[in-house]
């Protein structure tokens, strides 16, 4: 069983920035994919954004420009740096990892991000 240990999510004004982590407890060689998806109330969890093992990153539509995605492989953790924060983007961020081999996914608990003045 892989643990994913999220930090970094709090209260931002409008305009504002935020950096969120995610521990993995698998060596990151066993990791195909880590992203973050977001779940607002009364929708559906959409993704925000991900780094595949090649390094290649994909970002939702809504945030491109605006957030990054990045690892230390040493640490097995993931950040996404996010910054220009809309009141839209509040939200839950779930960190998600895709592991190797197996193609199990694995989930963080959520961090809440709240973007409001």
């Known amino acids: 069983q892989v643990q994913l240990v999220e930090s970094g999510g709090g209260l931002v004004q409008p305009g504002g920035s935020l950096r969120l982590s995610c521990a993995a407890s698998?060596?990151?060689?066993?990791?195909?994919?880590m992203g973050w998806y977001r779940q607002a109330p009364g929708k559906e969890r959409e993704l925000v954004a991900r780094?595949?093992?090649?390094?290649?990153?994909t970002y939702g539509d809504s945030v491109k420009g605006r957030f990054t995605i990045s690892r230390d492989n040493a640490k097995s953790t993931v950040y996404l740096q996010m910054n220009s924060l809309k009141p839209e983007d509040t939200a839950v961020y779930y960190c998600?990892?895709?592991?190797?081999?197996?193609?199990?996914?694995?989930w963080g608990q959520g961090t809440q991000v709240t973007v409001s003045s």
């Open positions: 998600r990892i895709l592991m190797s081999g197996t193609g199990i996914p694995y």
């Open positions: 698998a060596s990151i060689s066993s990791i195909n994919t």
């Open positions: 780094i595949f093992k090649s390094g290649i990153t």
